[in-house]
């Protein structure tokens, strides 16, 4: 699993604030290239495929070629991603540089910026999740559960924006992560029980084909 450093979203529930940029001034551990695709050569026989993480992956200006010399090497990749650049998933489809992608779908269109802060375009978000349902490789969608960014009403305007998806997640925000905004969790309960949960998962249920809870 490789992680890429910085976020165009400000998710205040992020797990990785010091990979997304926060600003605590901490700083990332890194790896140079030539040494991760060392590790990658050596265990050719170990390992089938590498998962791209974040962060945002799509921001990194040489994602392209970076995906490229991993598949030369034999591997598949997973892309996870926020969905905001669809060019660039349109340009890793049509060269064949990604296996399986999983996209974070924060909230109903209407309620985005809620989540992702306000730099981003709608439009990007729909453009991509046509992209990937299109795209005629294995994909996942998941959204982070978190209050009161997820209910049954804007359950189902996400279901309406993925109609059909093979495959929705649902996740639990965990309890015991460093978070990009801690004053977020600190004003009140933005956690979801079980029963909400499988109350959300029936709603997806009506829009896409399988719906898990994670």
């Known amino acids: 699993m490789v992680f890429t450093s910085g976020c165009n979203f400000s998710c205040p529930y992020c797990h990785n604030p010091e990979i997304a940029g926060d600003d605590t001034g ?12 060392s590790f990658l050569e050596k265990r ?17 200006r040489d994602l392209v070629g ?5 598949k030369e090497m034999g591997y598949q990749v997973k892309l996870d991603t ?3 650049r669809p060019k660039v998933l ?12 999983a996209m974070d779908i924060k909230s109903s269109l209407d309620n985005y910026f809620l989540a992702a802060g306000s730099r981003f375009d709608p439009e990007t978000i729909t453009a991509s999740i046509a992209l990937i349902m299109n795209a005629g490789l294995n994909y996942e969608f998941r959204t982070t559960c978190v209050k009161p960014f997820v209910d049954k ?3 189902n305007k996400i279901g309406s924006m993925i109609h059909n998806a093979s495959h929705y ?27 909400e949960m499988a109350d959300l998962a029936g709603e ?8 898990s809870i994670r």
Request: aromatic share 8%; with cysteine; proline share 3%.
């Open 66 to 70: 970076f995906c490229r010399k991993i």
């Open 26 to 37: 901490k700083a990332p551990a890194r790896i140079d290239e030539s040494t991760l695709f």
């Open 153 to 155: 009403t804007i359950m």
């Open 169 to 195: 997640i649902l996740q639990h925000c965990s309890t015991h992560e460093n978070v990009l905004q801690p004053g977020f969790f600190q004003e009140k309960n933005r956690f979801l029980t079980e029963s």
């Open 204 to 211: 997806a249920e009506k829009h896409v084909t399988k719906c």
């Open 44 to 60: 050719k026989k170990l390992l089938e495929g590498v998962v791209i993480t974040g962060g945002e992956p799509t921001l990194q």
């Open 82 to 84: 926020n969905g905001s």
């Open 90 to 101: 349109a340009e890793l489809y049509r060269e064949k540089l990604v296996d399986f992608t």
